[in-house]
T-cell receptor, first 117, second 115 residues
Framework: GAVVSQHPSWVICKSGTSVKIECRSL??????MFWYRQFPKQSLMLMAT?????????EQGVEKDKFLINHASLTLSTLTVTSAHPEDSSFYIC?????????????FGPGTRLTVL | AQSVAQPEDQVNVAEGNPLTVKCTYS??????LFWYVQYPNRGLQFLLK??????LVKGSYGFEAEFNKSQTSFHLKKPSALVSDSALYFC?????????????FGSGTRLSIRP
């Protein structure tokens, strides 16, 4: 168990459009999900912590109005990149914290590659 | 501040030879340490973790890591490398000041195994 999926796996969009990325925990309930972005050959940078039923907590320097996060259910969190620009092109990865899992283990999705033209 | 450091951007090893990917940590209190592997255009896969207990932790795909408190290190090792082990490896530590189970990642080490 403990599978996390992301949809889409890749997306190409025009500058100025909005893109929604879904993160789902398939076989467990996730009260907390995390969103990361990863630039080529770099590490994962935490963008925000998404809590079911409440507002997301954003890391310093991350624009909450640009990266909208919604965690409407215990199995789904969405990240919407609003008015995307080429500099938003990146690999976005979500993870889910499984309640009751040993020692705060996070389970990662396969990632979504966003390319903004 | 809590952190993990991976001093090597890249490690090159011949197939069949032992490999080591280095990681050092800086945390207050007892650390929760992790190793993850990332293949191209994929998410992270969990390899192993150290919470407490034996200093030698065994994980997936034949990997193991040794927790060394005096040297504040958690190096990843494998006795005999495979070409398929070529990937990006991340050391990570749980953010002990976070109530939200946040993880802090190292900068990553690219492991390249030559045939």
């Amino acid at each position: 168990g403990a599978v996390v999926s992301q949809h889409p796996s890749w997306v190409i969009c025009k500058s100025g459009t909005s893109v929604k990325i879904e993160c789902r925990s398939l076989d467990f309930q996730a009260t907390t999900m995390f969103w990361y972005r990863q630039f080529p050959k770099q590490s994962l940078m935490l963008m925000a912590t998404s809590n079911e039923g409440s507002k997301a907590t954003y890391e310093q320097g991350v624009e909450k109005d640009k990266f909208l996060i919604n965690h409407a259910s215990l199995t789904l969190s969405t990240l919407t990149v609003t008015s995307a620009h080429p500099e938003d092109s990146s690999f976005y990865i979500c993870s889910a914290y499984k309640a009751g899992a040993a020692y705060n283990e996070q389970f990662f999705g396969p990632g979504t590659r966003l390319t903004v033209l | 501040a809590q952190s993990v450091a991976q001093p090597e951007d890249q490690v090159n090893v011949a197939e069949g030879n032992p490999l080591t990917v280095k990681c050092t940590y800086s945390v207050s209190g007892n650390p929760y340490l992790f190793w993850y592997v990332q293949y191209p255009n994929r998410g992270l896969q969990f390899l192993l973790k150290y919470i407490t207990g034996d200093n030698l932790v065994k994980g997936s795909y034949g990997f193991e890591a040794e927790f060394n408190k005096s040297q504040t290190s958690f190096h990843l090792k494998k006795p005999s490398a495979l070409v398929s082990d070529s990937a990006l490896y991340f050391c990570a530590v749980r953010d002990m000041y976070s109530s939200a189970s946040k993880i802090i990642f190292g900068s990553g080490t690219r492991l390249s195994i030559r045939p």
